[in-house]
């Protein structure tokens, strides 16, 4: 009943700067990431409320591609205005239920599953083939039963060095967003040089 979120809020995408300049001018359009890995399933993936993550994301990223091509690539954020429509939200311990029971009934149907893999040093999984092999099976079935299709999933991840001994907060914590439905993006944006700045100096 509650699924629908209302209500519009602000994503955030790292990426490179010439992206974002022909994402914003209409040139091109952010195309779904469908990695067998991705955390929250396939689809456009935006920090939400959190500029600062998304510019040390995409100046991460604009490294690994620059070794790899040996050119200079600098590093962007483009600014969503994005209404999440149906979502599967993570944080509802309804929805947490919910995915849980599914992957039961996967196991029940002995269906071959994946695992997740790839662990950092703080012991966070890097790659979630389990969790969006889950996913992507969990929408399929949606859709073939006739049930509608959530437009975004969203959920925080705990991530990064403890920000103090014993903490329970850490240095990487954020809220993730995945958009399934490209109509939840209602507008792009250019961040303001100004509020860059900022965020990075907090």
Request: hydrophobic share 40%; with cysteine; proline share 4%.
């Amino acid at each position: 009943m509650y699924s629908k979120k209302s209500g519009l809020i602000f994503g955030f995408h790292g990426c490179d700067a010439t992206l974002v300049q022909d994402v914003v001018a209409a040139k091109k359009r952010l195309q779904p990431s469908v990695n067998p890995y991705d955390w929250l399933g396939h689809g456009v993936y935006f920090w939400e409320h959190n500029l600062r993550r998304a510019w040390l994301f995409a100046e991460e990223k604009c490294k690994r591609k620059q070794r790899v091509s040996r050119k200079k690539v600098s590093p962007g954020v483009l600014g969503a205005t994005i209404e999440l429509g149906r979502c599967l939200d993570l944080m509802d311990s309804e929805h947490i239920e919910y995915l849980k029971r599914f992957h039961e009934f996967l196991q029940l149907l002995k269906i071959k599953l994946p695992e997740n893999s790839l662990l950092d040093s703080h012991n966070v999984f890097l790659k979630r083939e389990l969790d969006c092999t889950v996913l992507e099976f969990l929408h399929h079935w949606r859709y073939q039963n006739g049930l509608p299709a959530f437009d975004s999933v969203r959920c925080a991840f705990q991530e990064g060095a403890a920000l103090y001994p014993t903490s329970g907060f850490h240095e990487k914590n954020h809220i993730q967003i995945c958009i399934r439905n490209p109509a939840c993006i209602k507008a792009y944006f250019i961040p303001l040089e100004e509020a860059v700045s900022e965020s990075l100096l907090q």
